[in-house]
């Protein structure tokens, strides 16, 4: 597995997905230009524009090499594009050295599948499906089916079973994580909420809206609990979460016609991801554009069907 890994990393090409500006250098070593084959000069993918963003591949591994965060410290987003994918190999080569079970290297598999999947899903998607259902497999047996990264990894399984069209699979496959997850409360409640985001969508994705939507309301509820009364108290992590799941319930309602409840839901979603990352967030302005076409949806309908809504 790992020297076909290795061909397909090879083999794959990768364009340059934008030129650097004339002023764009690196915040690291200050230089800007590709140092060499293996050490260009790239963006990172996020969501910071301009010239801010570039960095050579090894100046920012130097600074994610002893962290599994593949994040901007900028703007915060998940980085994408081909810089994503030559950190996750570097990674993952730092670590292929040691042993199957060892969690490190079993992370480093783990990043490494997600960035082949997000960037050569179509060129390698029996390789990519092959290494994430070994890293289940293994991880399963290190951490046993109930730990924390079993349950990541089995969330990147489903999320590419979802990629293929296999959406009951991916339901089958989440199902037992989302019922033990309202056992919990607190950080453990929180840690669990991305699977049951994950599992929402393959809900409304196979028509089961309605399912889904009682689900979510009831992760919403457990997430917030103690911080109804003065949402400004709630801790960051409390709102990151409450922002993916609030995402997921608008799409459900919007599936089942309650448009005036999705447009009050996606009112919320843009006041908290301005609050924690601004108004030119790429989040910020995702979540304004579907609040616009729900409030054009409303304005269409007749008065007292919207009203109903």
Not at 213 to 232: C, Q, T
Request: proline share 4%; glycine share 6%; hydrophobic share 40%.
């Amino acid at each position: 597995l790992e020297c076909d890994v290795v061909r397909a990393l090879k083999a794959s090409p990768r364009e340059r997905q934008r030129s650097p500006p004339s002023d764009a250098h690196c915040c690291v070593c200050l230089e800007a230009g590709d140092v060499s084959p293996d050490n260009p000069f790239l963006h990172m993918g996020c969501g910071c524009r301009g010239s801010a963003g570039w960095m050579h591949v090894d100046c920012l591994f130097e600074i994610l090499k002893d962290s599994p965060e593949i994040r901007c410290g900028t703007c915060k987003n998940t980085l994408t594009g081909e810089m994503s994918l030559r950190i996750a190999v570097k990674y993952w080569r730092r670590h292929r050295v040691k042993a199957e079970a060892d969690p490190m290297r079993l992370e480093a598999e783990l990043i490494l599948g997600t960035m082949m999947r997000r960037n050569l899903w179509t060129a390698e998607k029996a390789l990519v499906m092959k290494l994430l259902r070994r890293n289940v497999d293994v991880t399963t047996k290190v951490f046993g089916p109930d730990g924390d990264g079993t349950r990541k990894a089995v969330n990147v399984l489903a999320n590419a079973l979802w990629c293929q069209g296999q959406l009951a699979d991916a339901e089958a496959l989440m199902r037992p994580y989302v019922e033990k997850m309202f056992l919990f409360e607190g950080d453990e409640l929180l840690r669990r909420c991305d699977t049951l985001a994950y599992y929402a969508d393959a809900l409304v994705a196979l028509g089961r809206t309605t399912e889904a939507e009682a689900l979510l309301r009831r992760g919403i509820d457990m997430a917030s609990a103690g911080f109804k009364s003065d949402s400004r108290a709630r801790p960051r992590a409390v709102d990151i979460v409450l922002t993916s799941l609030l995402w997921c319930l608008t799409n459900a309602l919007r599936q089942q016609g309650k448009l005036r409840e999705s447009h009050e839901h996606l009112t919320t979603l843009c006041r908290l991801t301005r609050r924690h990352y601004g108004s030119d967030h790429p989040q910020t302005r995702r979540f304004e554009v579907a609040r616009s076409d729900v409030a054009a949806s409303l304005a269409q309908e007749p008065r007292g069907q919207a009203d109903a809504c």
